[in-house]
C-alpha cells in the first residue's frame, strides 16, 4: 500500500472518525504498574466497546525495545495454535487467532474459559484453534466453564466474571491450596510436575451458570492473587517488592504475603452468547 493511502482523510468533510481496530495492547509491562494500567485505566474501555457491540482482541505483552532487557519477561499472550512446536507455528496462524480472538493473556496465571448450552443442542464457544467463540441456546440457559493453571510461585484466590450481566466473583477463601471447603472453589494441587521436585502445579475447573439470557451477552474472565492475602511473585517478578520488611534473606523468602510485589493475573478474551 503507497503511503499517501495510508493517511487520514481530511476531518473536515468526515462527520465521525473512527476506526475499528480488531485487537488493542491493553497490558503491557512486567510489574504492579504495569497490572495497575490494565485493571484500573484500560479494561474498562474494552468493556465499552464490546458492550457497543465491537468484537475487540485484547493483547497482553511485554515490549523488548532492546537486544538484553531483563524487564521483557512479563505480561504474555498465548494464541490457539494447530501445533505445540514452537518451530512451525506460522505466523499467518498467530495473526488469524488474533483476528478471531482466540487468545488469552496472563503473568504467572492461564486461563482459559468455555461457554456451554445446556439445551441439548451441544454448542459450545471457546477460544482454541477452530473453535468458534460465539454461541447460542434455545432458553438463554448457559455455563460458563473456567480452567485456571499456575505454577506455585503463582499464587490466586479470585475468579471475577464480567459481562454485559451483573459482575460475578468467587473467592477460594484464604489463598491455601491446602486448605478445601472454606470459599466459593478448591484449588487442586500437583505434585513434581514432570518428575521435577517442588515444581508443583496449581489448578482449578470452575463452572458458572447464567440463566435466561435473552440479549446478546458478552464474558470475559480475570483471574488474580489478592494483595495481603496471597504472596506476589518474588524473585520470578522481582519488581516492587517492599524494601524496608525485606533486609534480610530469611526477610525475602518468607512467601512476602503483604509486602507489595507483582501479583499473579490472567484474563481471557470475550466469549458471546447470541440469542
Not at 512479563?74 to 514452537?86: K, L
Not at 477452530?130 to 503463582?154: F, K, Q, R, Y
Not at 466473583?169 to 478445601?180: A, I, N
Request: hydrophobic share 35%; charged share 20%; with cysteine.
Amino acid at each position: 500500500m503507497e503511503r499517501a493511502e495510508r493517511r487520514l482523510p481530511d476531518t473536515t468533510s468526515v462527520a465521525n472518525l473512527f476506526h475499528h481496530f480488531p485487537a488493542l495492547e491493553l497490558w503491557n509491562g512486567d510489574n504492579r504498574g504495569a497490572q495497575s494500567q490494565f485493571l484500573d485505566e484500560r479494561i474498562g474501555i474494552w468493556f465499552n466497546l464490546l458492550n457497543q457491540g465491537l468484537n475487540t482482541t485484547f493483547i497482553a505483552d511485554t515490549d523488548s525495545h532492546r537486544f538484553s532487557n531483563l524487564n521483557s519477561a512479563g505480561a504474555r499472550t498465548w494464541t490457539a495454535s494447530p501445533t505445540d512446536s514452537p518451530a512451525s507455528i506460522a505466523s499467518a496462524d498467530v495473526a488469524a487467532a488474533v483476528d478471531a480472538g482466540r487468545a488469552v493473556g496472563g503473568q504467572g496465571i492461564y486461563v482459559q474459559t468455555r461457554l456451554l448450552a445446556t439445551d441439548g443442542s451441544g454448542d459450545v464457544a471457546d477460544l482454541t484453534h477452530g473453535g468458534s467463540t460465539s454461541m447460542t441456546d434455545a432458553n438463554g440457559d448457559v455455563d460458563l466453564e473456567i480452567t485456571v493453571v499456575s505454577p506455585n510461585w503463582a499464587e490466586w484466590d479470585t475468579i471475577e466474571i464480567y459481562g454485559a450481566t451483573p459482575t460475578v466473583v468467587r473467592d477460594e477463601g484464604d489463598c491455601d491450596p491446602t486448605t478445601t471447603g472454606d470459599g466459593d472453589f478448591d484449588i487442586t494441587v500437583t505434585s513434581s510436575v514432570g518428575g521435577v521436585t517442588g515444581a508443583d502445579r496449581y489448578s482449578v475447573t470452575y463452572t458458572e451458570s447464567f440463566t435466561g439470557l435473552v440479549a446478546d451477552t458478552w464474558f470475559v474472565v480475570v483471574v488474580k492473587g489478592t494483595d495481603g492475602e496471597c504472596g506476589p511473585m518474588f524473585p520470578i517478578y522481582p519488581d516492587n517488592l517492599a524494601t524496608g520488611s525485606n533486609v534480610s534473606l530469611a526477610d525475602l523468602v518468607d512467601g512476602n504475603v503483604g509486602e507489595s510485589g507483582t501479583m499473579a493475573l490472567g484474563a481471557t478474551n470475550a466469549l458471546y452468547f447470541e440469542p
